[in-house]
Nanobody
């Protein structure tokens, strides 16, 4: 079992930055693929970024060049650095983990473990 707890959300003006954190506990964090999803009311959940156990990363086209995903296996923590935020980035952001490879998420499979979500609001 894996427990995930997000933090770092909040209200920021357009153009600003936020850093989300996801603290993991339970099974060996270093062997898990990790990722960030986001969702707004009335829209489908979107994979924002993912990082493999080996450090390979992928990003949604809408955030490429602005967001950066990273992980600190010694601290069992994953991060999402969000720069140049736009109002359309406003959403509930969810941390996710899986002991399968994240490539299956791109095929429509859901991660096995989820955090409770943290709200990010970007004002114009």
């Amino acid at each position: 079992q894996v427990q995930l707890v997000e933090s770092g959300g909040g209200l920021v003006q357009a153009g600003g930055s936020l850093r989300l954190s996801c603290a993991a506990s339970g099974r060996t964090f270093s062997s898990a693929a990790m990722g960030w999803y986001r969702q707004t009311p009335g829209k489908e959940r979107e994979l924002v970024a993912a990082i493999s156990s080996g450090g390979s990363t992928i990003y949604a086209t809408s955030v490429k060049g602005r967001f950066s995903i990273s992980r600190d296996n010694a601290e069992n923590t994953m991060y999402l650095q969000m720069n140049s935020l736009k109002p359309e980035d406003s959403a509930v952001y969810y941390c996710a983990a899986d002991f399968r490879q994240y490539h299956i998420w791109l095929q429509g499979y859901d991660p096995n473990y989820w955090g409770q979500g943290t709200q990010v609001t970007v004002s114009s």
